[in-house]
């Protein structure tokens, strides 16, 4: 795991719209004909379980490379590392039942086994690609027909452990890059808005998550009723109308107020530069300041794509990795540390 840390091709800053848009995500909820869902699953059952799918799943290529990691032995960094990779969840880290997930080694697919649902497939892309990661989660699971016969009814749908991914069990993700909106107040017209297209507004982490310095996720909340398809046009439709919104502030501010918005984003690179400790929170408000900074053409020589690593090397999980080796440091250390990192990376003393 260490050796893809930072490499993630969802990082890379590169695609369509990648100033706002960090990444797209598609996630696809399954469960296996023949065994109980995830409460009724006894112990013995479990291991069952894992085992059937680990091998029915080997039998297909998913990347040119790919491991399985069993998340029952590893420990709390461990887990904490693959949260913040966003290649499990925070409820699949925090389980205590048998548990796995198949990965590549791009951060780009991901298998979690015997999370909520038997299996949760994503695929997660760089910028707007929703059309991209769409195809390749449904080729996938194409290819995962072949091998495992999923529970499904002919009037519902995939049958899934929560009712809300009745149906689809489709969950269409788009991570959004949005300070101007939340610097100017106007956040809730997001808000607004995707709530009229039944769409939700997540957290960094997903459902159930907050928004780490205006980092959100817009993604659909109906799963029943519709066509993949028509999900997958619900959450298109809604993105530009955002985008647009945030370009538009952007400029307005740039325009009313260019030597405040600079001293802004000089600030936050000044701190990031010369600070001897540092939160993960502060980490997080400096440089999506930072990164504002250099969509706005105000900043030279720093690219989005060291910004979004540091955004990852800077959580909990990653830093105690990339520092200790995975040995757990207390809070106070991991300030320190996390300090010390982002100087040498942004260039301070």
């Not at 900043?299 to 060291?306: E, N, Q, R, S, V």
Request: overall charge negative; charged content about 25%.
């Amino acid at each position: 795991m260490v050796e893809s840390i930072g490499k993630d091709a969802w990082l890379r800053g590169e695609g369509q719209d990648a100033d706002i848009v960090i990444s797209t995500r598609v996630r696809l909820a399954r469960n296996v004909e023949g065994f109980a869902l995830k409460a009724k699953l006894a112990g013995d059952e479990e291991v069952a379980l894992v085992q059937h799918l680990k091998q029915r799943i080997g039998k297909v290529k998913l990347a040119e490379k790919q491991q399985f990691v069993d998340l029952k032995p590893l420990d709390d960094v461990e887990r904490l590392l693959l949260v913040e990779r966003h290649l499990i969840s925070l409820d699949h880290a925090n389980a205590d039942s048998e548990r796995g997930v198949i990965h590549d080694d791009q951060g780009s697919i991901a298998l979690m086994l015997n999370e909520e649902d038997h299996l949760r497939l994503q695929v997660l892309g760089s910028g707007m690609c929703a059309e991209e990661v769409f195809d390749r989660a449904f080729a996938i699971e194409d290819d995962l027909q072949g091998v495992v016969e999923f529970a499904y009814h002919s009037r519902y749908g995939y049958l899934t452990s929560c009712p809300t991914n009745v149906g689809t069990g489709m969950r269409l993700s788009v991570m959004m890059h949005l300070p101007g909106l939340a610097f100017t107040k106007q956040i809730d017209k997001v808000f607004n808005a995707v709530a009229r297209m039944n769409l939700a507004v997540r957290g960094f982490y997903g459902e159930g998550t907050k928004a780490l310095s205006d980092l959100y996720q817009i993604s659909n909340q109906v799963t029943l009723g519709k066509t993949p398809e028509e999900l997958l046009n619900d959450v298109r439709s809604v993105i530009p109308v955002i985008l647009r919104w945030e370009r538009e502030v952007r400029n307005q501010v740039l325009k009313a107020d260019r030597v405040g918005l600079e001293d802004k984003v000089w600030r936050a690179l000044g701190a990031l530069r010369s600070a001897r400790t540092m939160s993960s929170s502060e980490a997080f408000e400096q440089l999506s300041h930072v990164r504002l900074g250099v969509h706005c053409e105000l900043i030279p020589d720093l690219t989005i794509a060291t910004l979004n690593e540091l955004f990852l090397l800077c959580q909990p999980g990653h830093l105690q990795t990339v520092v200790c080796g995975g040995k757990a440091i207390e809070p106070r250390k991991r300030d320190i540390v996390r300090a010390e990192l982002l100087r040498s990376r942004l260039g301070g003393r």
